[in-house]
């Protein structure tokens, strides 16, 4: 089957809606210019509610891992103590990023697919002495979790109330609500090849007081991901670096976007992600995360035994569906559907129909029509929920 | 005047062609996927020769000043004697990286618009005991000056065979012959808004077998500009981190068209120097740098006295025409104009025939035409010299 667009459902880069493409294709301009100071000044402005912060809101020219590299090495000194909550890859990586950098890492690690509970994280974070700096995963893109932010913020600040709060929120932010000051959060990094529609290439980075303050002191060393000398720049409209000022085209454009769904934004992502896993479970499919702690941005589910993954996915692949494989301890035990950024009701029916046509023709004990019309049904109900909150 | 596409001449990001503007607002595709695979491997390809090495080339996603810290932090450890040769604004950023890491930093200075003699580095060399490695500057942005890299290295080698030999040849190279290998270089830098013609977002590293060993055993710390990390993924076709997709996109339609324009792409970027500096000598602007250690990608001129550069500036915008002020200790005292990339023989007559207008409005003696003229000679003189050369 040709399919000339394929149905990217990979956890980011997120498929592009043609104005974000338009806007990849533009011009450049003057990066010390008027343009660009609105431009600049626009995106950081629109960013902020997503954040939930009054903040300064930074941008990096780099993929999300710079911008974990950044909350470290901007408020931590080498020797500082540091409990690194990890449930996945991500969290694994922003506690190796610590490490390399010095800080004396204590993991709290939860088994992959499951989240951290509130009250390990108190207790872990009471256990260590002058805990500096709790480093958080919002939502863990290798397994589909996403962790209580807030349960867990508060339980860090009853355990060691000056203890930094910094959240790799890269995956979901901008796909769910998110508060960061009222949340007492500190730093707090997303990508924008995630919610945000936009090509990779750009961290987006909220700052609080207390992250500003820590930085002052911060002996890990830094140029390229300096936050100090962005928000010096960022008064006059700049960054201190050559920005990506097509990626920062798209993400203006896609914020556009976003303001103009409102919070439709994040009915549809919980649609999706309702649809994704119904329609999966129809088929026999056993998911990775439980309900209660399921992403909304992106489902992991085991290969149903028996099956070689490389064949299915092939198959899937020559249907147009493109989707993410395992990480880590999980390479070739899960696959990973990602529903977020642009993708519609529409795109997961699509996706669930495919998977369904190749389990059926690899001989799986599969109903045709099975996943179609559970994902149907979901979306259904998510639609009413949405409706009957709004 | 009003002109509908402004003549971008800022010494990058530089305008992009038609087809790499396109390129720019492509789909997104699977990072970890077959076609991407394909893509980077092409660029990767396509850019050695430009480099002159048959050594790796890194992609990374950050700008120009993410790879000069990739070139210091992946090859020293915190104490590292390092010389620094420094003619302008980003030899001396490239000198701050490196003590900000903690090397031992000793700066050969030399005076803004002209280039550092191979003598004076030769000396500089002998006097540091043990010294690890050696900063230069290909083409120093800031004042318009190309230093002579393989006098340079030679005189570097001769006075201390064993230290690296790290090169910023962000703004120059792709417009001018490059030679790593053959001049015994380590390391050298690019950056994709340059001669590449495409967005910022992306630094291309070429890293040699002596640099490569020196990762092996440098301390200063890193994780998201750790080169190693990237020659492993390399391998496979992918990148540690989610790359800038799109800026690949773009820097590989860039490759195309400099691959399909051959060595023309030199002699295009040699007249347009020529014809900018002929152009704005023949209305009495005095320029930077001498002809002998001129740069070939931008020119930087002297605000006339008594001119208000900011007048001045603000009636070439008015016109369409986009320059770069001065920065560092020259700032508000020069002005450059970039002729690098997609630029044009054209491009570089309407930007003299602007300035000379502005000229002329605000009351400096300047002959109509003269500057346009002198310009054209040039570019005549230019042609033929390339000819007699092909």
Redesign the interface.
Same mark, same amino acid.
């Given at each position: 089957m040709t399919r000339f667009?394929?149905n990217?459902r990979?956890p980011?880069?997120?498929?592009?809606p043609p104005s974000v493409?338009? +806007? #990849?294709?533009?011009?450049?301009?003057?990066?010390?210019?008027e343009e660009f100071k609105a431009l600049l000044g626009r995106v950081e402005t629109g960013l902020k509610p997503f954040f939930g912060t009054e903040h300064e809101v930074i941008l990096l020219?780099? +993929? #999300?891992?710079?911008g974990l590299?950044a909350a470290v090495v901007n408020t931590l000194s080498p020797g500082d103590p540091v409990l690194a909550v990890t449930m996945g890859a991500f969290g694994d990586r922003f506690a190796?990023?610590a490490e390399?950098?010095?800080a004396a890492v204590t993991r709290l690690e939860v088994e992959w697919g499951t989240a951290p509970a509130p009250g390990a994280v108190h207790e872990a974070a009471a256990a260590i002495a002058d805990l500096r700096a709790v480093l958080l995963t919002h939502n863990e893109t290798s397994t589909g979790v996403t962790s209580d932010i807030p349960a867990l913020a508060q339980a860090v600040r009853a355990a060691a109330p000056d203890a930094l709060i910094l959240v790799d929120a890269i995956s979901a932010l901008g796909a769910v609500p998110f508060a960061m000051d009222a949340w007492g959060l500190d730093l707090v990094v997303t990508?924008s090849?995630k919610a945000w529609m936009s090509?990779?290439?750009?961290a987006m980075t909220a700052v609080g007081p207390r992250a500003w303050a820590a930085a002052e002191t911060a002996r890990?060393?830094?140029?390229?991901?300096d936050l100090r000398r962005h928000r010096e720049t960022a008064v006059s409209g700049e960054t201190?670096?050559?920005?990506?000022?097509?990626?920062l085209y798209?993400v203006d454009e896609g914020l556009r976007l976003m303001q103009a769904e409102g919070e439709g934004v994040f009915a549809r992502h919980a649609a999706c992600a309702a649809m994704t896993r119904a329609g999966l479970r129809a088929i026999g499919f056993r998911l990775l995360a439980a309900d209660e702690v399921a992403s909304t941005t992106v489902t992991a589910a085991w290969v149903p035994d028996g099956v070689d993954w490389k064949a299915f996915n092939g198959a899937l692949k020559r249907r147009g569906l493109?989707l993410?494989?395992g990480q880590g301890r999980l390479k070739g035990r899960i696959f990973r559907l990602g529903h977020l950024g642009s993708v519609t009701t529409d795109d997961v029916l699509a996706a669930v129909a495919a998977i369904e046509a190749v389990a059926i023709e690899q001989g799986l004990p599969v109903e045709p029509g099975a996943a179609v019309a559970a994902a149907q049904r979901a979306g259904i109900e998510a639609g009413r929920a949405a409706a009957g909150v709004a």
């Amino acid at each position: 089957m040709t399919r000339f667009e394929p149905n990217l459902r990979i956890p980011g880069p997120t498929a592009l809606p043609p104005s974000v493409r338009e +806007a #990849g294709g533009r011009q450049m301009v003057n990066h010390r210019g008027e343009e660009f100071k609105a431009l600049l000044g626009r995106v950081e402005t629109g960013l902020k509610p997503f954040f939930g912060t009054e903040h300064e809101v930074i941008l990096l020219t780099c +993929a #999300g891992t710079g911008g974990l590299e950044a909350a470290v090495v901007n408020t931590l000194s080498p020797g500082d103590p540091v409990l690194a909550v990890t449930m996945g890859a991500f969290g694994d990586r922003f506690a190796k990023v610590a490490e390399v950098y010095g800080a004396a890492v204590t993991r709290l690690e939860v088994e992959w697919g499951t989240a951290p509970a509130p009250g390990a994280v108190h207790e872990a974070a009471a256990a260590i002495a002058d805990l500096r700096a709790v480093l958080l995963t919002h939502n863990e893109t290798s397994t589909g979790v996403t962790s209580d932010i807030p349960a867990l913020a508060q339980a860090v600040r009853a355990a060691a109330p000056d203890a930094l709060i910094l959240v790799d929120a890269i995956s979901a932010l901008g796909a769910v609500p998110f508060a960061m000051d009222a949340w007492g959060l500190d730093l707090v990094v997303t990508g924008s090849q995630k919610a945000w529609m936009s090509a990779p290439g750009m961290a987006m980075t909220a700052v609080g007081p207390r992250a500003w303050a820590a930085a002052e002191t911060a002996r890990m060393p830094r140029f390229y991901l300096d936050l100090r000398r962005h928000r010096e720049t960022a008064v006059s409209g700049e960054t201190p670096w050559t920005p990506a000022v097509a990626v920062l085209y798209q993400v203006d454009e896609g914020l556009r976007l976003m303001q103009a769904e409102g919070e439709g934004v994040f009915a549809r992502h919980a649609a999706c992600a309702a649809m994704t896993r119904a329609g999966l479970r129809a088929i026999g499919f056993r998911l990775l995360a439980a309900d209660e702690v399921a992403s909304t941005t992106v489902t992991a589910a085991w290969v149903p035994d028996g099956v070689d993954w490389k064949a299915f996915n092939g198959a899937l692949k020559r249907r147009g569906l493109i989707l993410a494989g395992g990480q880590g301890r999980l390479k070739g035990r899960i696959f990973r559907l990602g529903h977020l950024g642009s993708v519609t009701t529409d795109d997961v029916l699509a996706a669930v129909a495919a998977i369904e046509a190749v389990a059926i023709e690899q001989g799986l004990p599969v109903e045709p029509g099975a996943a179609v019309a559970a994902a149907q049904r979901a979306g259904i109900e998510a639609g009413r929920a949405a409706a009957g909150v709004a």
